[in-house]
C-alpha cells in the first residue's frame, strides 16, 4: 500500500506553534491583507472590520481575522486599539468656578456682602452660593438702601473687616448713585446693576419671554410686569424666575461683573483702596 504521507506527521515537535504576533491598527499603519494584496493605511473601523486606504484612496473592509494580515512581509493579527476612558470633565459651580470637592464651608469672616433685598440674596445664593461657602462670606439683605450710609458707620468697616454692596439700578443721575456717593470708606466697595430690579438681570429667555414688558414710569415695576404677564402674585412669578435660573449663563453680564468685583473685594485682603468721593459706579452703565 503507497504511502498517504511524505513523513511521519508525528515526528518532531508537533505541540509547537507559530506565534503570530499581534498588532494595534493604529490610524495611518500601513497593512497588507494577506489573501487579497490589498495594501494600504488604517484609517477607521466599521461593523467590527479595519478600514484601509491604498495610496489611489480606495477603502477597503477586512474583518480582523488572526494572522491575515502582513506587515513588512511577516504575518501579524490586527486588534481594534484599546482607548483609556476620557477623563471626565472639571465639575464647575453655578457661577462658573471650578468646584472643590472634599472641602467644607468655612466659618463665617468678619467681612459681609450686603444686598437690596430677599430677592437679589436668593439670586446671589443660587449662583455663587458654593464660591462663598468656600470663602466663608455671608451674604445679608438690607430693607432697602435710603440708608446705606448710617447701615455702613454701624458696620464698622475696616483692613481685616470689608464690606460689599450690590445695588439695584445704579446709573449716572438716579437716587441710587447719590445714596452710593456718601459712602466713601477705602474699607468698602458700593457696585451693581443698571436694571430696575434683581428680577430684570435675569434674561428673559431663561423664563421664557421674548423680553421684559416697559413698565411706565410712576408705577411699580413689579406690579406692572406681572400685569403685563398676567400673574396676580408676584411671589409666582418669583418663584418661576428664580426656578429658572441654573448658572451664571442665566444672567445678564453687569450682575455677574458686579457680583465678581464685590467677591474679590471681600475676599482680597491685600488690595488697596483709596477713599472716593463716588466709589464703585460700573463703567458706562445705561439703563436698560
Known amino acids: ?22 498588532v494595534d491598527a493604529e490610524p495611518d499603519l500601513v497593512i497588507e491583507d494577506a489573501d487579497s494584496g490589498f495594501c494600504g493605511a488604517v484609517v477607521g473601523f466599521e461593523s467590527g472590520a479595519v478600514v484601509l486606504e491604498d495610496r489611489h484612496g480606495r477603502r477597503r473592509n477586512f474583518p480582523l481575522l488572526p494572522a491575515a494580515f502582513l506587515l513588512d512581509g511577516q504575518p501579524v493579527t490586527l ?50 452660593g458654593d464660591d462663598l461657602r468656600i470663602e466663608g462670606v455671608v451674604v445679608e439683605p438690607l430693607d432697602g438702601i435710603d440708608r446705606l450710609d448710617a447701615e455702613v458707620r454701624a458696620f ?11 445695588v439695584d439700578h445704579l446709573v449716572p443721575g438716579s437716587k441710587e448713585s447719590r445714596i452710593v456717593a456718601t459712602v466713601t470708606s477705602p474699607h468698602v466697595l458700593v457696585t451693581g446693576h443698571p436694571y430696575v430690579d434683581v428680577w430684570q438681570a435675569v434674561k428673559p429667555a431663561a423664563i421664557g419671554i421674548a423680553a421684559w414688558p416697559v413698565v411706565p414710569p410712576g408705577r411699580p415695576w413689579k406690579e406692572g410686569v406681572c400685569a403685563a404677564l398676567g400673574v396676580a402674585d408676584p411671589a409666582d412669578l418669583w418663584r ?3 426656578s429658572r435660573v441654573k448658572s451664571y449663563t ?39
Open 1 to 22: 500500500m503507497a504511502r498517504r504521507y511524505e513523513s511521519d506527521v508525528l515526528a518532531g515537535d508537533w505541540r509547537r506553534r507559530r506565534v503570530v504576533p499581534e
Open 79 to 128: 486588534r481594534r486599539p484599546v482607548r483609556a476612558p476620557a477623563p471626565e470633565p472639571r465639575r464647575r459651580t453655578a457661577s462658573g468656578s471650578i468646584a472643590v470637592d472634599g472641602v467644607k464651608a468655612q466659618v463665617a469672616k468678619a467681612s459681609r456682602i450686603w444686598v437690596e433685598g430677599v430677592h437679589d440674596a436668593a439670586l446671589v445664593e443660587r449662583i455663587w
Open 156 to 166: 464698622a468697616p475696616g483692613p481685616g473687616r470689608r464690606l460689599g454692596v450690590l
Open 240 to 242: 418661576h424666575i428664580l
Open 250 to 288: 442665566d444672567v445678564e453680564t453687569p450682575l455677574i461683573n458686579a457680583m465678581e468685583r464685590l467677591i474679590d473685594f471681600v475676599t482680597d485682603p491685600s488690595v488697596p483702596r483709596a477713599p472716593r468721593a463716588h466709589p464703585a459706579l460700573p463703567r458706562a452703565l445705561t439703563p436698560p
